[in-house]
């Protein structure tokens, strides 16, 4: 053992290094659920100070757990993609099903998994013209869906023509997308159409085109 270091003073340090391990998850834990909160409410660019405020740090302090406010989202998006991640599986419907049970089922799962990521997903499209990392995490989502279609719809893709096939896996995609999503949400709550409704029928009026 070192010079001058007992066994109680070595076991008082590591205790002393664990729990300032433990207070800083704390407290990344609690900025990361008070932006969570704050973009539930519809705040999608909330200051460090206001984040800091909600969760009871201050300012300052905050950025010894991240880098700035940037990562402070990305920390966000990340741990909300992780949670929501089981729901993507719900897309891969069994392409040997009817049509309009795989129509059904797929227009439910949007609208499940959108609602779950609604405020994340609009936060993360309003950071992303400056963030390669932001970018890239849609671009990879948008990827993840568009290969649950093709499983999906395989039948009806297969059945195309090469250009056809291409076509109809692009306006699949924009149905699916979550811009177009959202933009039924928002006008269904003024108009009163309902989402779901509204993509089945999107979707079963593409895949029941001859080409």
Same mark, same amino acid.
């Given at each position: 053992m070192a010079s001058g270091m007992?066994?109680?003073?070595s076991a008082a340090f590591r205790d002393e290094g664990d729990g300032r391990h433990r207070r800083r998850q704390r407290n990344r834990?609690? /900025?990361?659920?008070?932006? =969570? *909160?704050?973009?539930?409410?519809?705040?999608?660019?909330?200051?460090?100070? @206001?984040?800091?405020?909600?969760?009871?740090?201050?300012?300052?302090?905050?950025?010894?757990?991240?880098?700035?406010? /940037?990562?402070?989202?990305? =920390? *966000?998006?990340?741990?909300?993609?992780?949670?929501?991640?089981?729901?993507? @599986?719900t897309l891969a419907i069994d392409p040997s099903k009817p049509l309009q049970q795989r129509v059904d089922g797929m227009a439910r799962a949007l609208d499940r998994l959108y609602g779950a990521v609604r405020t994340s997903a609009l936060a993360a499209?309003?950071?992303?013209?400056?963030?390669?990392?932001?970018?890239r995490q849609i671009v990879e989502a948008r990827n993840i869906v568009r290969a649950y279609l093709q499983t999906t719809f395989g039948p009806e893709l297969r059945s195309r023509p090469a250009r056809a096939r291409h076509t109809l896996l692009a306006a699949l995609e924009v149905w699916c997308s979550f811009e177009t999503q959202y933009l039924l949400r928002e006008r269904g709550a003024v108009e009163g159409s309902d989402p779901v409704k509204v993509t089945a029928l999107g979707l079963a009026a593409l895949l029941r085109d001859q080409p």
């Open positions: 007992t066994e109680d003073s834990e609690a /900025a990361l659920d008070a932006l =969570e *909160a704050m973009l539930d409410e519809g705040n999608l660019t909330p200051t460090s100070a @206001e984040v800091a405020a909600r969760a009871g740090l201050s300012a300052r302090s905050m950025f010894r757990y991240f880098d700035d406010v /940037a990562d402070l989202h990305q =920390e *966000a998006v990340v741990r909300i993609a992780a949670r929501v991640a089981p729901m993507l @599986e499209r309003l950071r992303a013209p400056g963030s390669e990392e932001f970018t």
